[in-house]
């Protein structure tokens, strides 16, 4: 009979001490896993473990922490009989778990959330845990931060047992993947690899207990808990693997393991790894492993992982020469980061500069201070559109015409645009609040039910607090909620002023009249609220109406608390989801048709919109004040491919985006593409599977988008530099 602890080491191991707390039973869990799992190199002869069961009945994730499958525990039961009964009662003990956990319900947030206004909390986010903690100075180190921490929170006993257990299960790991390396060297009949796994056997006897000595041991060590931590963000790489770097004197070595690591990265869609930067003095930090990643990025091709370069004043002029060659490539990376302005809005919410200047970014773009924080990332949205939506139809969907939220009044009886426009104000900050609230009783719940000693062991603060991760720990714990839509409210709202109030072409009756039929009867009105100004044309009233709105979203956000302990902070990454909130949005007066997809999926303009070049689109986007945006604040601009790849082509976007950021610019990322290309590519999609863009905060293969969002590409503005 094949026992509970190997066919479902996770069940076996949480269930064995069933009168613990969550967090000491999660710990046990993942301990118990250790010894148990099936341990396995990827193709590339990389640790590449996974904290998850053969059979998918249970596992750890980075956004679920630990998770059971009801279904696949089910198939346990008929495929070991003998263990029915318990594994029913597992499940039962579960449910209860579950009914406990379970959120409050709160009708009018999911009612907003149904109709596509707003969403808050609903997954556990992205993280930067400190990889170097594991790598520079290894699990003894971070035993030695438990020991002089333990006995300040006695009543804490069960985070520090968890934390503990988690250490164990690294260095079972790592023994387990010494002897293996070891048994396929005997193995092997390649004798480059065969030589492969006895460096690696030499280096787990060190790592992941002792620090890295040169850059096999320090991958050793990164890829064995990268992987079990789900394959999430990198953080700050050429930071933390330096060191190592520094101590390896073949460099084909590390060429080598870059080119094994990167197609992991692929092969798993790994996150965002960050480059350069400064430190507190505005000294710069990119070094050779800055340069050999920008270089591994030109080769490989690749959309993956999402690779942030951080600028600053002191950016050398050989590493802006390399981001222009690597962005030539037409992989969309790296996006770029100004340091200017970043630390300078992370020191606003109270991050002192030695951390400020710490940070990087995970998931698309949504930034983070290096393992000493839970920034949320992201902890919800907040569609513009629907809220303009809810202030034309005094707080109704106009979509399904329920009434769902706040009474604005009667916009045909408003009789100054000042009055329409506190009207959309108003939805807002209704919407935004209820963004926070959702939120936050999600990160209750997963502060109480869901602990993640992995994290908290990798995370300055938790140890030092003898708090997990997701319930205070960190140093810095405040949330990102992101703005959808900007473009398209401002347009909006600017129309709305110039033609009914200003000009008085049109009532605001017969305005509410034509967007409830969809402009039809209306194409006079239509056609004049289409083709008024646009935001992104360096239009002085429309730039400035449009950066009202989002300054008071920002505004809203930083009175509320997150339940972590910080304050809520914004910006704007719309992911792939940009056309479908399009798709959920009714008519607006920007002429925008009902249903239509097109939607502005960044701060800049909506795509096609900005119509007078590169700098009046930058003019408008530095209305905002980009040092109130403290996630990710993505700018897009699409340039011709064999205009870029030219000498001339590459200094003058160097000079376009150092004015960007002079001008006080958080954030700037490209599309190199030829047009033409883009239209073959939507027509015969095998012809380019290779073809990447970017989208929203991240790049991707053109073919793999949903039509919508390949017309939202081939929409946007090509630029000429």
Same mark, same amino acid.
């Given at each position: ?567 809520? +902070?914004?910006? #704007? !990454?719309? &992911? ?6 399009? /798709?959920?949005?009714?008519?607006? =007066?920007? %002429? @925008? ?33 980009? +040092?109130?945006? #403290? !996630?990710? &604040? ?6 011709? /491919?064999?205009?870029?790849?030219? =000498?001339? %082509? @590459? ?71």
């Amino acid at each position: 009979m094949t026992g509970l602890a190997q066919i479902d080491p996770f069940l076996y191991g949480y269930f064995l001490n069933e009168g613990l707390e969550i967090g000491e039973r999660v710990g046990l869990a993942l301990l118990h896993a250790s010894k148990n799992l099936e341990i396995k190199f990827s193709n590339k002869l990389l640790p590449e473990t996974a904290f998850i069961s053969k059979n998918g009945s249970s596992g750890y994730s980075p956004s679920d922490g630990l998770w059971f499958s009801d279904e696949n525990i089910l198939k346990l039961c008929e495929e070991y009989p003998e263990h029915k009964d318990t594994l029913q009662r597992y499940i039962q003990e579960i449910n209860i778990f579950r009914s406990k956990s379970r959120m409050l319900n709160c009708e009018t947030t999911d009612a907003l959330d149904n109709a596509g206004a707003e969403w808050g909390g609903g997954w556990g986010g992205h993280s930067n845990p400190d990889y170097g903690r594991i790598i520079n100075y290894g699990t003894d180190h971070i035993r030695s931060i438990i020991a002089e921490n333990r006995d300040k929170y006695p009543d804490e006993a069960w985070f520090y047992n968890s934390c503990s257990y988690l250490l164990d299960a690294f260095d079972i790991f790592g023994e387990r993947y010494r002897k293996a390396a070891l048994k396929n060297a005997e193995e092997c009949t390649d004798e480059a690899d065969k030589a492969f796994y006895l460096r690696m056997a030499r280096a787990f006897e060190a790592v992941p207990q002792k620090p890295a000595y040169d850059f096999t041991s320090a991958m050793c060590s990164f890829m064995l808990v990268f992987a079990l931590d789900g394959s999430d963000s990198p953080g700050r790489f050429d930071q933390y693997m330096y060191p190592a770097y520094q101590k390896t004197e073949n460099k084909q070595e590390v060429i080598d393991l870059l080119d094994r690591l990167w197609e992991y990265f692929h092969d798993h869609r790994s996150w965002n790894l960050c480059i350069s930067g400064s430190d507190e003095n505005w000294n710069d930090e990119s070094n050779e492993l800055t340069y050999e990643i920008l270089s591994m990025v030109r080769k490989k091709g690749y959309q993956t992982p999402n690779l942030t370069c951080r600028v600053h004043k002191n950016t050398p002029d050989a590493l802006w020469n390399a981001i222009a060659d690597t962005l030539a490539t037409g992989t969309g990376l790296p996006a770029l980061y100004n340091d200017d302005v970043v630390c300078a809005a992370l020191e606003k919410i109270g991050i002192p500069p030695k951390d400020s200047h710490d940070y990087c970014m995970n998931g698309c773009n949504q930034i983070d201070i290096f393992g000493k924080s839970h920034m949320g990332l992201e902890d919800g949205e907040v569609i513009f559109t629907k809220c303009l939506e809810f202030a034309l139809h005094n707080g109704a969907d106009a979509m399904s015409g329920a009434k769902i939220s706040v009474e604005t009044g009667d916009p045909k009886t408003f009789d100054t645009y000042e009055r329409f426009e506190r009207a959309f104000m108003d939805q807002l900050e209704f919407v935004t609040y209820n963004a926070c609230t959702s939120a936050n009783r999600w990160q209750h719940m997963r502060g109480v039910f869901q602990p993640h000693p992995l994290r908290s062991c990798l995370i300055a603060g938790c140890l030092e607090k003898g708090r997990d991760y997701r319930n205070g720990g960190p140093l810095y714990n405040h949330g990102q909620i992101l703005a959808e839509g900007i473009a398209d409210t401002g347009d909006s709202l600017y129309a709305v002023k110039r033609l009914v109030f200003d000009e008085k072409k049109y009532t605001m009756a017969e305005l509410t009249d034509a967007l409830s039929k969809n402009f039809e009867g209306y194409e006079k009105l239509l056609h004049d609220f289409k083709n008024c100004e646009k935001f992104g044309n360096d239009i002085e009233e429309v730039d400035q109406i449009t950066a009202r709105a989002l300054n008071r979203f920002l505004t809203v956000l930083k009175r509320n608390r997150t339940y972590r302990g910080g304050v809520f +902070t914004g910006g #704007c !990454s719309t &992911f792939n989801r940009a056309a479908n909130y399009g /798709k959920r949005t009714a008519a607006l =007066p920007n %002429g @925008k048709l009902k249903g239509e997809p097109l939607l502005a999926d960044s701060i800049a303009a909506t795509p096609g919109r900005d119509v007078k070049g590169p700098t009046a689109q930058i003019k408008s986007v530095l209305k905002y004040n980009h +040092t109130d945006a #403290c !996630s990710g &604040f993505v700018f897009q601009n699409k340039f011709e /491919k064999k205009m870029f790849n030219t =000498p001339k %082509g @590459k200094a003058s976007f160097i000079a376009l985006a150092k004015a960007f950021f002079a001008g006080g610019g958080q954030q700037y990322t490209v599309t190199v593409i030829s047009p033409d290309e883009l239209i073959d590519a939507k027509l015969n999609p095998e012809n380019h599977k290779n073809l990447i863009v970017r989208v929203g905060g991240y790049s991707d293969y053109f073919t793999s988008l949903t039509p919508e969002l390949q017309d939202n590409v081939i929409e946007r503005t090509l630029n000429d530099i």
